[in-house]
Antibody, heavy 123, light 107 residues
Framework: DVQLVESGGGLVKAGGSLRLSCAAS????????MNWVRQVPGRGLEWVAS????????FYGNSVKGRFTISRDNAKNSLFLQMASLRADDTAVYFC????????????????WGHGTVVTVSS | DIQMTQSPSSLSASVGDRVTITCRAS??????LNWYQQKPGKAPSLLIY???SLQNGVPSRFSGSGSGTDFTLTISSLQPEDFATYYC?????????FGQGTKLEIK
């Protein structure tokens, strides 16, 4: 089965750091761009970061730029999010999501999502 | 950043009803628009990509339309399992942005 499983969430104090992981299985991880998306409980979805299949292209949302680092290990079918200088408003469920490009026109969507891992930042 | 605005924010409907949710982009995005369904405690699930293409395995009662700045998601005949929150997302330019969500509740 195609699957993404996040881990590494937990309770951390403001200013602290945390590293999230996402283990992929059931598909060729190395050919897909990957993303992190977060959701404050009871609120909407916020895209956090993306990384291309090779790791050469990386983008961040404005709210995390300079504090979070996305990376991947294609040999281990794993995606990571290193979070530093955490703030109370980083408290959320963090999802990893596979990005599928449907055709040459560039249409893409997040077709596979993990179940999420909870990050709580205490102030 | 491109802002995505959904309406309504919540909606009450009955099984068998036809329901339409709208999504408006703050600038033109062609058809780089996706729709997701999310049930409580679960991850979002892709319904529609490219504004109108049905993701594999999604029932045909779901359909999407629109281009430019205005888009719609239609459910032709609501089923009990369709009561959930729906999000639009633009993938035209980075950062990808989502609408605030539309919560579809049972009347």
């Amino acid at each position: 089965d195609v699957q993404l499983v996040e881990s590494g969430g937990g309770l951390v104090k403001a200013g602290g750091s945390l590293r999230l992981s996402c283990a992929a299985s059931g598909f060729t991880f190395s050919v897909y761009s990957m993303n992190w998306v977060r959701q404050v409980p009871g609120r909407g979805l916020e895209w956090v970061a993306s990384i291309s299949s090779s790791g050469n292209y990386i983008f961040y949302g404005n709210s995390v730029k300079g504090r979070f680092t996305i990376s991947r290990d294609n040999a281990k079918n794993s995606l990571f999010l290193q979070m530093a200088s955490l703030r109370a408003d980083d408290t959320a469920v963090y999802f990893c999501a596979r990005e599928l490009y449907y055709d040459s026109r560039g249409y893409s969507a997040f077709d596979i999502w993990g179940h999420g891992t909870v990050v709580t930042v205490s102030s | 950043d491109i802002q995505m605005t959904q309406s309504p924010s919540s909606l009450s409907a009955s099984v068998g009803d036809r329901v339409t949710i709208t999504c408006r982009a703050s600038q033109r995005i062609g058809v780089f628009l996706n729709w997701y369904q999310q049930k409580p405690g679960k991850a979002p699930s892709l319904l529609i990509y490219g504004a109108s293409s049905l993701q594999n395995g999604v029932p045909s009662r779901f359909s999407g339309s629109g281009s430019g700045t205005d888009f719609t998601l239609t459910i032709s005949s609501l089923q009990p399992e369709d009561f959930a929150t729906y999000y639009c997302q633009q993938s035209s330019s980075t950062p990808d942005t989502f609408g605030q969500g539309t919560k579809l509740e049972i009347k």
